[in-house]
């Protein structure tokens, strides 16, 4: 017996993912005269506003957070006024997020998974594990957090400790006594080892020495790292993380790390080994646990049918600011490359707004550049 296709929610434009980068683009749509509901929706299969700040460990607090820039039209004073620098961004931004949803009756979905999006004719057919939804144009705002990279050393599934990434970590007090390699040269990884090597031995690897910025990181400097993203994307070539490219600024934290000599970088083992790890050299150290802080790749798994990817391994980027797939300009990739920031994906979901509305025939009623 043939089982009937599932009904699909007609809308115009869907937006998958309500982080920074899906509310801009939300808040832009809604700006520009699109309808939410009939004109937009945003499907996000997180439990709660927030993005994936929701899942961030409880020592990343508003003043160990890089800077979190306020979404188009609301800062995040006006939803928290009392808010101090000590309060955990994974209860901040949760409630931010949920104000400004509120505020600017954002047609937010939750929890909805978007599974596969596939194109049908003039339109995309959008597979969830609820509803099936069919849009003209989508707009892809899914972050990375569900996709930790961890990359492939000789040995790993023979390792008796235990390996964990920065997305499962909660608290220092977890690695009370223990050894514990710290892998990985970026913000997080550094904040990390500061905060286990008060309670535990701690070795840092990485694989190029990192490179400390001495002073303000001005924002020519910003200007110019999100540029060698944007190159890359424009080619077609997998981009690299926007802190890869600026460098780590020495805080108060890295000075005392400093002096207390835990910022003693070693160079990358070679194996891993049932016990520990292994460097080329042929030194050895035992450990209990590895830490792996080696970033995340976007999470595009669910556009895999549209086949966006360039042989290069890449999706080839066009638009004002990159965020428009050059192979089906229907589709917006927000948040990703040049704008995996908070800056980046309030720019990047303007852009993509009133790109997207003018691919698809839909006259803007105002600009909202
Ligand atoms: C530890 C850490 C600290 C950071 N600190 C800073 C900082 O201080 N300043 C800064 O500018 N940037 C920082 N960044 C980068 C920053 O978080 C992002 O650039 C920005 O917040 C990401 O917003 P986003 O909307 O792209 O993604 P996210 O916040 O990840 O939102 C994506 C949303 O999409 C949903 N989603 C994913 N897949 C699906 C699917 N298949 N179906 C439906 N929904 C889906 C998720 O549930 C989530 O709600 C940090 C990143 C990390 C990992």
Redesign the pocket.
């Known amino acids: 017996m043939a089982v009937a296709a599932r009904v699909a929610i007609k809308t115009d434009v869907a937006i ?7 509310l801009s683009a939300a808040y832009h749509l809604k700006r520009l005269g699109l309808a939410a509901g009939r004109g937009f929706v945003v ?4 439990p709660q506003a927030g ?3 929701q899942y ?1 460990w409880p020592s ?1 607090t508003l003043s160990t ?5 306020d979404l188009p039209g609301m800062a995040m004073s006006e939803a928290l006024p009392e808010a101090g620098d000590n309060v955990e961004a994974a209860v901040a931004v949760p409630k931010y997020f949920a104000a400004y949803e509120r505020k600017f009756e954002l047609p937010v979905y939750r929890p ?4 596969v999006v596939c194109a049908r004719d003039v339109r995309f057919r959008i597979e ?1 594990d609820r509803e099936t939804f069919s849009a003209r144009g989508v707009i892809n ?6 996709s930790p990279y961890i990359p492939d050393y000789p040995g790993r599934e023979l390792f008796r400790g235990r390996q964990l990434h ?1 997305q499962n970590y909660r608290r220092a007090e977890d690695f009370a006594g223990q050894r514990v390699v710290i892998v990985g040269g970026g ?2 990884a550094i904040q990390l080892l500061n905060e286990i090597s008060f309670v535990a031995e701690t070795i840092w690897v990485t694989r190029r020495p990192p490179e400390f910025r001495e002073g303000p990181f001005d924002p020519e400097a910003g200007r110019a790292a999100v540029a060698l993203v944007e190159a890359r994307v424009r080619q077609g070539l997998p981009p690299n993380s926007v802190v890869s490219v600026t460098g780590l600024p020495v805080t108060p934290a890295i000075v005392s790390m400093r002096e207390r000599g835990v910022l003693n970088r070693q160079g990358m083992f070679s194996e891993i080994t049932p016990d520990g790890v292994r460097w080329a050299d042929g030194r050895e150290a035992t450990v209990d646990v590895i830490l792996w802080c080696t970033g ?1 790749r976007s ?1 595009l798994d ?1 556009l895999a049918p549209l086949l966006l990817r360039e042989p290069s391994g890449g999706i080839l980027m066009s638009g004002r600011l990159a965020t428009q797939v050059a192979r089906d300009p229907r589709i917006h990739l ?2 990703y490359g040049p704008s ?6 309030n720019r990047a979901g303007s852009a993509a707004a009133s790109e997207l509305l003018q691919t698809l025939g839909l006259k803007p009623v105002m600009d909202s550049a």
């Open positions: 998958i993912g309500a982080g920074q980068a899906g499907l996000d299969q997180s993005g994936a700040w961030r990343l957070v890089n800077r979190i820039h909805v998974t978007v599974s969830t705002a899914t972050g990375t957090w569900e920065t913000i997080s995340f999470s669910h927000v948040g995996a920031s908070t800056i980046g994906a």
